[in-house]
């Protein structure tokens, strides 16, 4: 009896401590959670390490020595050699051009790196903890000989190396020895990894664009089979004894899990938080534990791990999650560690050491071999950097903790789907398919400014005049409209820059492919512009905003967006655009295109053939920065206004103003100045059952944006995004003013031109300015920042926020309600 009540109590002892342990490390997670400007949070569990721009691939060296990591961004890109066991980084090199390709040999003396658009494969000896460029391994000449090296194996017993290919869609086999190509394999597709099978007899592939794995037998050198899996399959893991094999797909959610012998998918892991959930978890990194008894998922847009039982294969179950830092891109597991490679880092931050208006700008030389990089000293893209989270493998109690974690981080579920925030008796529904009294639905995108840069001068708003650029003098109209509708002072872009911003704007997500792709054409590292339906295997499975409207019956047309030269870019758009309004040409202004727009709009008045949901592309606020003899960027930006204006006023004299909405939103905000975040960005919205005379505080996004039109047309959310953000509803009103908009003429002669010869009008000329952001955008925005402020003004760096303070639900609530007694009282 005793021995019960001793054993009774140290369970209950147990017990006790088991769940003091877990309160405090909730309460930490609690501690270090921050929000994202795009309304997510993140709650990182263990140790971190700092990685560079953008990691993309962990690497693990036979032994488990050494891990490498390849950072493949924007700015400055390298590879970093790290200790697992001690933690700690033991050298970090500069690499030219990299991309996710990385591999050790088997005697740990070599490490090979995929270099990127130079179209080779580097070699970099390991000499006492340093990583050292020895040897490089040509596949073909250098961009823009479209080739571009993607995952890459080894077979050190017989001197192969496999390479797959993003560009050219090839599979090449190489001699390590005479650095001979053996093999070149048409594969069709973008690949993205491939994995030799322990025998070496066959060589795995995950073909990107293909939405398969490609079986390539390494003997006959020829392909076996194509085996399908989901959407946009990149990382692939093999078991041991290579019997199984796992497959991310990215716009899938999911895991395949494949019968490499029998060649079919066992079955399929669901790696969202909810079932059946739309995009915008995008599995893209996989790892076993050491036992193989647990599968660990990097989920890229939730933030998070995803954790299976695996160890009864066909019948695995879910988990639970881990909570880790901003785009998981990577994971490996050594012993009882999992290392995770985050993209983006641990939060949005200001930049401290930025570029300061009142010093000399300073540059800092990195050398490599021959190669010299030049950034400049605070630099917001060498900024944003990447880390590598360490965690301990957590048991079923911690797994349990860190599952509420990722939970609570994450604002979406299932119910928010079909059902959002609101008021009973608003315009903007709060459930899909909902009646709302606005009928049309007109839907402008510009490009490229910060909410500082144009609307700080706005009394009641959120501004910092400082970093004024286009005020009411230059934009008049946008003014106008703030003033007479609603003030969005807390509005943020979800895209970084034109190339994922668009389809930001047009699906309220960016595929894996669009991440990890537009930072190296936008880096200076060769490659084309992927977004706006440029390319297939960038797009989203379910398509954007007008393929929803076409299986809803919802009848649209688009003027410029995703339509180049008057043709669609993608086919949804086929028979839906204006044949003749003026694509993105920033030699067309764009009170051309507004009369170009207004020519259709009377013709479709005539026939009442008006469409329920209209897209229109306005996007001279671009500017040409000092281009001698171009516009000025005060003409570019007056010219877009006036549009825009032109536009709302024409609009509200029509016969279908009564039931209209307007909504007007820069694609990204082009990492411009701004005091808060470099996604601020300026947003508006007009209409008779738009409130006026409004200021409104609330946080909001473009997925927002999206969400508010999604519900007026009776259309269920893209991503996970929309269906997460917060519709506009309380810039909406129930009591319609029809009064119209009257435009403002322009205060700026649409003639300036630029005509100083100054080093920012000489960079400026060298420019290709035929597609937007074809040239870095902090550079852009510091020449904008020269020509306003003057060329011996440096730029302010780009503010990125995080918003430490976390409140709970009931607390946000009641912060609301007080938002909205504010923006009543400047009614």
């Known amino acids: 009896m005793r021995s019960v009540k001793f054993l009774f109590s140290l369970l209950i002892i147990g017990q006790t401590l088991f769940a003091q342990q877990s309160s405090t490390l909730e309460q930490q997670l609690n501690k270090s959670r921050v929000r994202l400007p795009n309304g997510w949070h993140l709650s990182p569990a263990g140790r971190m390490l700092p990685l560079g721009d953008l990691p993309l691939n962990i690497a693990v060296s036979k032994t488990q020595k050494y891990i490498a990591v390849t950072n493949n961004g924007q700015s400055v890109q390298s590879i970093q050699l790290i200790d697992p066991k001690s933690e700690k980084i033991l050298h970090s090199i500069i690499i030219p051009k990299s991309w996710y390709g990385l591999a050790f040999s088997a005697d740990e003396k070599f490490l090979y790196a995929s270099g990127g658009n130079d179209n080779w494969i580097l070699q970099y000896s390991i000499n006492n903890n340093k990583l050292k460029l020895t040897d490089s391994i040509v596949l073909g000449k250098k961009w823009p000989v479209k080739i571009s090296p993607a995952g890459i194996s080894l077979d050190d017993k017989a001197g192969l190396l496999y390479v797959v290919t993003k560009e050219n869609n090839a599979l090449y086999v190489v001699d390590l020895t005479t650095k001979k190509i053996l093999h070149q394999q048409n594969l069709e597709n973008e690949a993205y990894a491939c994995i030799l099978s322990p025998d070496k007899k066959e060589l795995y592939i995950s073909s990107w664009g293909g939405d398969a794995v490609i079986v390539f037998n390494t003997v006959n050198r020829s392909i076996d089979t194509r085996i399908p ?62 036992n193989e008894k647990s599968l660990y998922v990097a989920n890229a847009d939730n933030n998070c791990l995803a954790v299976f039982d695996v160890a009864n294969a066909g019948k695995s179950r879910s988990k639970g999650f881990i909570p880790v830092g901003w785009y998981p891109s990577n994971i490996k597991v050594i012993g009882k560690k999992l290392f995770v490679a985050n993209g983006k880092g641990f939060s949005s931050f200001a930049n401290p050491t930025g570029p300061n208006p009142t010093k000399p700008e300073q540059t800092v030389e990195h050398h490599v071999g021959d190669t010299t990089v030049r950034v400049r000293s605070g630099y917001i893209g060498g900024l944003m950097k990447g880390t590598l989270l360490i965690v301990d493998e957590p048991n079923d109690a911690t797994l349990a903790v860190y599952s509420k974690a990722v939970y609570t981080n994450t604002p979406y579920s299932k119910e928010k789907e079909m059902n959002a925030a609101g008021e009973a008796g608003n315009p903007i529904p709060m459930k899909v398919g909902g009646v709302s009294p606005i ?14 840069q144009v609307l700080s001068d706005v009394p009641g708003g959120n501004g910092d005049t400082s970093l004024l650029l286009f005020g009411k003098h230059v934009t008049p109209n946008q003014h106008k409209l703030v003033n007479e509708f609603v003030l969005l002072d807390n509005f943020y872009a979800d895209g970084e820059v034109s190339a994922d911003g668009h389809n930001w704007s047009t699906s309220a997500n960016a595929t894996d492919y669009l991440e990890k792709n537009w930072v190296t054409s936008y880096g200076g590292r060769g490659g084309t512009y992927p977004g706006e339906g440029n390319r297939a295997v960038a797009n989203p499975k379910k398509g954007f905003i007008w393929d929803y409207c076409k299986r809803a019956g919802v009848s649209y047309r688009t003027y410029g967006e995703f339509a180049d030269d008057g043709k669609p870019n993608i086919p949804v758009l086929e028979n839906h655009v204006c044949p003749y309004f003026a694509s993105y040409d920033l030699a067309i202004r764009d009170t051309t295109r507004f009369y170009q727009w207004k020519r259709e709009f009377d013709s479709l008045i005539a026939v009442n053939a008006v469409p329920q949901f209209n897209t229109v592309r306005f996007g001279n606020d671009h500017t040409e920065g000092q281009r001698t003899g171009r516009p000025t960027p005060f003409a570019h930006v007056a010219d877009n206004d006036l549009a825009v204006g032109l536009f709302v006023e024409y609009l509200s004299n029509s016969p279908v103003w009564k039931e209209c909405a307007v909504f007007i939103v820069e694609d990204d905000a082009q990492n411009g100045p701004d005091h808060v975040d470099a996604h601020r960005t300026t947003a508006y919205v007009a209409g008779p059952f738009v409130k006026r005379g409004y200021v409104d505080h609330t946080m909001y996004s473009t997925s927002s944006m999206l969400r508010t039109m999604e519900l007026i047309l009776g259309l269920p959310p893209m991503s996970q995004y929309d269906a997460a953000a917060m519709p506009m509803w309380n810039s909406f009103t129930a009591k319609a003013d029809y009064k119209p908009f009257v435009a403002l003429p322009a205060n700026i002669n649409f003639n300036d031109r630029n005509t100083k010869n100054t080093a920012t009008a ?60 504010r923006g009543r009282k400047n009614n």
């Open 229 to 290: 899996v989901g959407d946009n399959p990149n990382e692939l893991l093999l078991n041991k004894k290579g019997s199984l094999l796992f497959v991310a797909n990215a716009n899938d959610n999911s895991v395949s899990v494949i019968d490499v012998k029998q060649r079919k998918v066992l079955e399929v892991l669901n790696t969202a938080l909810y079932p059946d959930a739309p995009a915008g978890s995008t599995a893209n990194g996989l790892a076993l534990s050491a």
């Open 762 to 821: 000489r960079l400026s000329n060298s420019f290709d300015f035929k597609k937007e952001d074809s040239i870095p955008d902090l550079i852009f925005s510091e020449i904008v920042w020269k020509t306003v402020k003057g060329e011996d003004s440096p730029m302010p760096a780009p503010r990125r926020s995080a918003f430490l303070k976390v409140k709970e639900e009931d607390d946000e609530e009641e912060e609301e309600e007080e938002k909205e007694k």
């Open 439 to 452: 009928k049309y639905v007109f839907y402008l995108i510009k490009e490229n400014r910060t909410y500082d």
